[in-house]
């Protein structure tokens, strides 16, 4: 197998992540051919086998779990300086997290670019309602090659934004690591990777990873584009009220999130409850409106009959 289709194959293998073994075999026996499409490649093998290179990458979901923000530690591209996690987790901000590499030559580049395009349909700005932290997974990864791509990707968000420079530098930073405190982290996230010496590459999941204020695991979403709905209402989620209107608070209870789809979907029996609730509260105000007018009339009936008796 040359360069050019390994590489092609790592990159169609594992942009199906999570679970990519589960997704290849899922509905299809052992016999039966699957085959996954990228551009013009098509692979075909045994459904229930993955090649080597992938069989260690995907994602454990570790919902609800707590990072260690104290203990993990990495290197902030502004300064050089390793930094604990726990002081990008200190403001009360959910956070949007990604593990990437910054040499890589196509998915991670997807990835951080669905990001951005996603977060930039939201009304709100980075560093305002929530932060987004992107640290590298390659060890070699230089603090100056983080800050190349920090400036790439602001310059992106930012451009005819009309958003608050200064507010989304302090929202967004960069960061390396060692290879044994990001491995620490991947592991605390449930996220599997490895390195493809030959490729000369990191086989890796494409997922986006939405953590709570406290450094809980509030969500996963995977894939190289981000609908800004499914972003808004994960970090919704993940701030649990304390970001967002009274309107979002809404809509989040109408959507819900669907594992099979990977994102938000609509719920028609919560738009009955609230819609049930919405006149059931209409009945109620009309109800209370109708009883205090009733009063008033019936008071000014009593005040008009006893001034009718009163000698003249």
Not at 28 to 39: E, I, K, L, R, T
Not at 187 to 203: K, R, T
Not at 264 to 273: E, H, K, T
Request: hydrophobic share 40%; with cysteine.
């Amino acid at each position: 197998m040359n360069l050019s289709m390994r590489k092609l194959m790592l990159i169609a293998g594992i942009i199906l992540s999570p679970g990519l073994s589960t997704i290849l075999s899922a509905n299809m026996s052992s016999s039966v051919a699957s085959s996954v499409a990228f551009g013009e490649v098509v692979l075909k093998g045994d459904a229930k086998k993955l090649p080597p290179d992938l069989q260690n990458v995907g994602v454990h979901e570790h919902l609800a779990e707590s990072i260690q923000l104290d203990s993990l530690q990495f290197t902030n591209a502004l300064d050089g300086k390793l930094h604990p996690l726990r002081e990008y987790f200190s403001n009360g901000k959910p956070v949007v997290l990604n593990l990437v590499y910054y040499e890589c030559p196509m998915l991670c580049t997807m990835v951080l670019n669905g990001v951005t395009e996603g977060l930039k349909g939201l009304d709100w700005t980075i560093g305002k309602e929530f932060d987004v932290v992107t640290i590298s997974i390659n060890p070699k990864d230089t603090p100056a090659l983080a800050l190349k791509k920090r400036e790439s990707y602001l310059k992106s968000y930012l451009d005819n934004s009309g958003r608050d420079e200064n507010i989304v530098k302090k929202g967004w930073q960069f960061f390396t690591a060692t290879d044994e405190s990001v491995k620490a982290l991947a592991d605390q996230l449930g996220f599997l990777y490895q390195y493809d010496s030959v490729a000369g590459q990191y086989a890796h999941a494409a997922v986006t990873f939405i953590l709570t204020p406290e450094g809980k695991i509030s969500r996963y979403l995977y894939g190289i584009e981000y609908r800004p709905r499914d972003l808004r209402f994960a970090l919704l989620e993940a701030a649990q009220g304390k970001v967002g209107s009274v309107i979002d608070r809404i809509l989040m209870f109408c959507y819900h999130y669907d594992p099979a789809s990977r994102g938000y979907s609509f719920q028609a029996f919560r738009v009955m409850q609230v819609s049930a609730a919405g006149t059931i509260l209409l009945l109620g105000v009309y109800l209370a409106l109708f009883w205090t007018r009733q009063k008033k009339l019936a008071l000014e009936l009593k005040s008009l009959e006893l001034n009718k008796r009163r000698p003249s």
